[in-house]
């Protein structure tokens, strides 16, 4: 998606072995998102920034952690990855968080197996 | 825990037909927008009602807002097989409005 992309695309892991997905933005915006998207649960929101170094933790925060050192990026890593984090991985980003009048835009997602 | 829950789940239709999608929520909300999730792609922003607004348009869509049931309804006309994605809402959580709560979405299928 445009301004928006994450990466890798897919990946495969073994259980226990640490994990980072990266999410890029060119769009200079403010907030940025992590959400996982699993049958069943929708999307559901794992960790947020609303500024650099400046995160939150979402619903489904525990097992994951984010870092933000620069505007562009947002990290994400499953510290000691398990099966049950097999899932699709979104970022999205914002202007203005959840008041702007464009909504997220998001990145085409990361497919995560954990074996 | 889901802000937003979508109603049906699952709704096939004939090209050319109206489809309707309802989204109910729990809390107060600042504003509710709809996203199309096409298979295997991100989802796509469509439309942002804001609280104090009723009905909005855009297009082909038409979204209805009700605060007082805490309700929302999202109207494609003319569907078309290009229309066929998961659709889903989301509401911000009325704490400083940082951050979406979405649905678990209603699949949608137009049959030619």
């Known amino acids: 998606d445009a301004g928006i992309t994450q990466s890798p695309r897919h990946k495969v892991t073994e259980t226990g072995t640490p994990v980072t997905l990266r999410c890029h933005q060119t769009e200079n915006h403010r907030y940025m998102y992590w959400y996982r998207q699993d049958p069943g649960h929708g999307l559901r929101l794992i960790h947020y920034?609303?500024?650099?170094?400046?995160?939150d933790k979402g619903e489904v925060s525990d097992g994951y952690s984010v870092s933000r050192s620069k505007t562009e990026d947002f990290l994400l890593t499953l510290e000691s990855a398990t099966s049950s984090q097999t899932s699709v991985y979104f970022c999205?980003?914002?202007?203005?968080?959840?008041?702007?009048?464009?909504?997220?835009?998001f990145g085409s997602g990361t497919r995560l197996t954990v074996v | 825990s889901q802000q937003g829950e979508e109603d049906p789940q699952a709704l096939s239709i004939q090209e050319g037909e109206n489809a309707t999608m309802n989204c109910s929520y729990k809390t107060s909300i600042n504003n509710l927008q709809w996203y199309r999730q096409n298979s295997g792609r991100g989802l796509v922003h469509l439309i942002l009602i804001r609280s104090n607004e009723r009905e909005k348009h855009s297009g082909r869509l038409r979204v209805t807002l009700d605060t007082s049931k805490k309700s929302s309804s999202l109207l494609i006309t003319a569907s078309r097989a290009a229309d066929t994605a998961s659709y889903f809402c989301?509401?911000?959580?009325?704490?400083?409005?940082?951050?979406?709560?979405f649905g678990q979405g209603t699949r949608l299928t137009i049959n030619p």
């Open positions: 999205a980003i914002s202007e203005s968080g959840g008041t702007s009048s464009y909504g997220y835009t």
């Open positions: 989301a509401t911000d959580d009325n704490k400083g409005a940082q951050k979406l709560v």
């Open positions: 920034s609303y500024g650099v170094k400046d995160t």
